[in-house]
């Protein structure tokens, strides 16, 4: 089974992605975890991607696109994946289309966690002061909201067009959420 969980940046993706991951024993992989992981070792793809997730900015889709190719291609990828924030704009929607059908595969749900930007604001301020994240700047997070709202919104109604888009409410706790996307994921098996 191959899920795609989409929401604005602090929406729970990673959090959500993980508990799903426990819960499925499908692997999660998360952009943002690799592309810091890889600023963090300063590799080339990490040396190019700092500057643009300091400045709030999305990284290109030929390198998103690059490193879910990769990801898919894992021998722990081959029953589906779930991709935690990996599609954020069309072109990269319809990327990971294509390259789930060159493996014969097809998203089977697409998750969307849905969340007010004043609670995003006020959870990446809790998680900057115990993550100490340098792509947490209160600067650079507005600018990732703008981005996301102009480039990543126009994604759920691509996907919607395609195979729907299961909208499940991120407010309240965590576990609140999780019983949620369980439900959801039930519902359609």
Same mark, same amino acid.
């Given at each position: 089974m191959d899920i795609l969980l989409l929401g604005p940046p602090g929406a729970g993706k990673g959090?959500?992605?993980a508990l799903l991951s426990q819960r499925t024993g499908l692997p999660r992989f998360a952009t943002g975890d690799l592309l810091r992981d890889a600023v963090a070792r300063e590799t080339p793809l990490g040396l190019d991607a700092k500057a643009i997730m300091e400045s709030g900015g999305l990284v290109s889709d030929d390198i998103i696109l690059g490193i879910v190719r990769d990801q898919l291609l894992l021998p722990s990828a081959r029953d589906g994946v779930i991709l935690d924030g990996v599609v954020r704009t069309v072109p990269q929607a319809e990327g990971v289309e294509a390259l789930l059908s060159q493996l014969g595969r097809q998203l089977d749900r697409v998750i969307f966690l849905d969340v007010s930007d004043e609670e995003?604001?006020?959870r990446i301020d809790r998680r900057r002061? /115990?993550?100490?994240?340098a792509d947490d700047a209160p600067e650079a997070v507005v600018?990732? /909201?703008q981005a996301y709202r102009s480039q990543t919104a126009p994604v759920l109604a691509w996907y919607d067009d395609r195979i729907g888009v299961s909208r499940i409410p991120a407010q309240g706790s965590v576990e609140a959420v999780a019983e949620r996307i369980a439900e959801v994921l039930e519902a359609s098996s």
């Amino acid at each position: 089974m191959d899920i795609l969980l989409l929401g604005p940046p602090g929406a729970g993706k990673g959090t959500q992605g993980a508990l799903l991951s426990q819960r499925t024993g499908l692997p999660r992989f998360a952009t943002g975890d690799l592309l810091r992981d890889a600023v963090a070792r300063e590799t080339p793809l990490g040396l190019d991607a700092k500057a643009i997730m300091e400045s709030g900015g999305l990284v290109s889709d030929d390198i998103i696109l690059g490193i879910v190719r990769d990801q898919l291609l894992l021998p722990s990828a081959r029953d589906g994946v779930i991709l935690d924030g990996v599609v954020r704009t069309v072109p990269q929607a319809e990327g990971v289309e294509a390259l789930l059908s060159q493996l014969g595969r097809q998203l089977d749900r697409v998750i969307f966690l849905d969340v007010s930007d004043e609670e995003v604001l006020e959870r990446i301020d809790r998680r900057r002061d /115990l993550e100490d994240r340098a792509d947490d700047a209160p600067e650079a997070v507005v600018r990732r /909201l703008q981005a996301y709202r102009s480039q990543t919104a126009p994604v759920l109604a691509w996907y919607d067009d395609r195979i729907g888009v299961s909208r499940i409410p991120a407010q309240g706790s965590v576990e609140a959420v999780a019983e949620r996307i369980a439900e959801v994921l039930e519902a359609s098996s």
